[in-house]
């Protein structure tokens, strides 16, 4: 099974609108950690947002918020007031770091996000 | 800049050539990882390290590939004999606590 998955390819969203970036992820550890991570066209892996599983709270990081619902097992990433430049490669990735797995981080296949002018 | 720093940024070669990466980490950093990554594909985890202990090494990282880290400050990935196959982008990451941060990576053309 994937650990990560996200579900949308391509998106399109209207340049000062909100977007939700789905992610979904399959674990059986208790303590892991989920990330979201940005790639624009040069490559560079621009680290955006982390949520901790025992983080009672969503993180917010300016503009970027992850949607956690644990029992859903579901961690979208939310981008507010979109930006021409928010236009990127957009992954998901999860840690586990246990007994049974050691120390692994796993990203999904990615989201191409595309702002509209 | 105090970001991941990798050399080269490109690197074209001839199949069964060996090519060197450097990496050089974020300097308080005392994680690293080395990461592939292939058109349209997310990265692929190849090998991590802890100070200068390779700590895990993932399936994919062949006996032609190999990676140091002298000191516990940069690395270095070689790939020997290369393969069409090993044409990719290899991104290195540091982290110090979760969040892992990632270099600009370089990109492998093998001919």
């Known amino acids: 099974a994937q650990k990560i998955t996200q579900t949308q390819p391509g998106m399109f969203v209207q340049e000062k609108e909100a977007v939700t970036l789905d992610c979904t992820y399959d674990?059986?550890?208790?303590?892991?950690?989920l990330f979201w991570y940005k790639q624009p066209s040069s490559g560079e892996m621009i680290f955006l947002i982390y949520?901790?599983?025992?983080?009672?709270q969503n993180a917010t990081e300016g503009r970027y918020s992850l949607n956690f619902q644990k029992a859903r097992k579901s961690a979208n990433l939310v981008i507010s007031a979109s930006q021409l430049g928010d236009s990127a490669m957009y992954f998901c990735a999860m840690r586990e770091a246990s007994r049974n797995t050691g120390n692994q981080f796993y990203f999904g296949t990615g989201t191409s996000l595309t702002v509209i002018p | 800049d105090t970001g991941v720093s990798q050399n080269p940024r490109h690197k074209i070669t001839k199949r069964g050539q060996n090519v060197t990466f450097r990496c050089d980490p974020i300097?308080?950093?005392?994680?690293l990882y080395w990461y592939r990554q292939t058109l349209g594909q997310g990265p692929e985890f190849l090998t991590y390290f802890q100070n200068e202990a390779q700590l895990e090494k993932s399936r994919l990282l062949s006996d032609r590939f190999s990676a140091e880290r002298p000191k516990g400050s940069f690395s270095t990935l070689e790939i020997q004999r290369t393969e069409q196959g090993d044409s990719a982008m290899y991104l290195c990451a540091s982290s110090l606590y979760e969040a892992r941060f990632f270099g600009p990576g370089t990109r492998l053309t093998v001919l």
């Open positions: 300097s308080e950093h005392n994680r």
């Open positions: 674990t059986s550890d208790q303590s892991y950690g």
């Open positions: 949520q901790g599983s025992y983080d009672e």
